[in-house]
């Protein structure tokens, strides 16, 4: 799914707008043990209530894509007639009110989700009347030629509040409200079947995971049953080792800003194009930089055969996971250094009397613990 067709269904996913007619959730505690399973009819809602409601379910399409949103891929296979794939269309197929089939979806998703603290499980599912829409991008609301019925679903953190004072009107005080039980942002979600090409697709699901740190493989294998990306701050650590290891020598620092500085142009042009396409770059890509920065092809070559084996034959990453295109670190074991992207021409490198230095141009304010500082004047060079 690209951005535009999930910004299309978060839209969507409102009670004004909604088909949903109830939300169902079950409540966990951390010993894995169900507290409370439960119906709410949207209709019933308070306007506050369910704007909670349905603020939480949107909150497992937000993100972003490849760091958060990650396209789950079932195989033929499942879909010709697997468990896991079956057990989520039949969800669908019942509109989540076959009990038995909730139950065992929910034994699923406890049985493989570890998250220390009670959580609720909530699910959703809705039929969206997907809006037609010419050639020319403009749509028309009333005519419709596809229903896309989707399922939902959100692993929400349940933290206790700490005691505090809260105003009783009826008595016109302050008493201990006491500690309540509150519903976090989601931790971890999904939506099926995905949504590409504004119409459905039962071969992809869309995984949601608030940290890129954690793409919880447990969760994903047992809902799933199908293989992840690793988390994207894994994918950031794999291809930096990956630079230094096959690169050796000729990893110089004028090497590694130049794969930056090109990764960080390839995603300010795809932001500025407004593609909805995910951008992605290949190892070819990667391996016509480096020879452009004069990488010696054994080096090159050696860069293609690691990068295979750490992220597979052929793999796509998203540039935003390995690079940070808001500023490059540098570091010592004593000092870090952070730079702007568009401003890597003021660092560099050099051997002085066989020490290494790592050189900053400071022509203009420099503040040493927020206090402007003077640098002196070149001292006269002897002779």
Not at 2 to 8: A, P, S
Not at 104 to 113: H, L, R
Not at 153 to 169: G, R
Not at 253 to 268: K, S
Request: one cysteine or more.
């Amino acid at each position: 799914m690209n951005i535009k067709e999930i910004g299309e269904i978060r839209r969507h996913i409102r009670r004004d707008r909604s088909n949903m007619t109830a939300i169902y959730g079950c409540y966990v505690n951390e010993n894995k043990e169900i507290i409370s399973e439960f119906r709410q009819s949207t209709g019933l809602m308070s306007e506050n209530e369910a704007e909670k409601y349905f603020g939480l379910l949107r909150r497992a399409l937000s993100g972003t894509i490849g760091k958060n949103l990650i396209d789950i891929t079932f195989q033929t296979a499942q879909v010709a007639g697997s468990e896991e794939h079956k057990r989520l269309m039949d969800l669908r197929a019942s509109g989540l009110q076959d009990a038995p089939l909730r139950q065992a979806f929910y034994e699923k998703v406890i049985e493989s989700v570890s998250l220390g603290q009670n959580y609720l499980i909530l699910l959703g599912c809705d039929n969206y009347d997907v809006p037609f829409r010419g050639r020319d991008g403009e749509g028309s609301a009333d005519r419709s030629e596809d229903t896309y019925t989707f399922l939902l679903c959100a692993v929400c953190p349940v933290k206790q509040t700490k005691p505090a004072l809260q105003y009783i009107p009826q008595e016109k005080q302050f008493h201990d409200g006491g500690i309540t039980n509150v519903a976090a942002a989601p931790e971890l979600g999904f939506l099926f079947p995905a949504f590409d090409d504004r119409a459905t697709n039962l071969y992809n699901a869309l995984f949601y995971t608030r940290s890129a740190q954690d793409s919880h493989e447990a969760f994903v294998q047992s809902i799933f049953n199908t293989p992840i990306p690793r988390p994207a701050a894994e994918q950031k650590r794999s291809f930096e080792a990956l630079l230094g290891g096959a690169l050796e020598e000729e990893c110089s620092l004028d090497v590694v800003q130049t794969v930056h500085d090109q990764l960080c142009q390839r995603i300010e042009l795809h932001k500025q194009s407004r593609v909805p396409q995910t951008l992605t770059v290949s190892k070819d890509e990667v391996k016509d930089v480096l020879s452009a920065c004069g990488v010696s092809q054994p080096h090159v070559a050696k860069f293609g055969i690691d990068y295979d084996e750490a992220f597979g034959f052929e793999a796509e990453l998203h540039p935003k996971n390995i690079i940070d295109p808001s500023h490059i670190d540098i570091r010592t074991p004593d000092v870090s250094i952070r730079v702007a992207p568009d401003r890597s021409d003021l660092i560099e490198t050099r051997v002085i009397g066989g020490v290494k230095y790592i050189l900053i141009h400071a022509d203009e304010d420099v503040e040493v613990n927020g206090v402007s500082i003077r640098i002196g004047k070149e001292a006269p060079s002897t002779v």
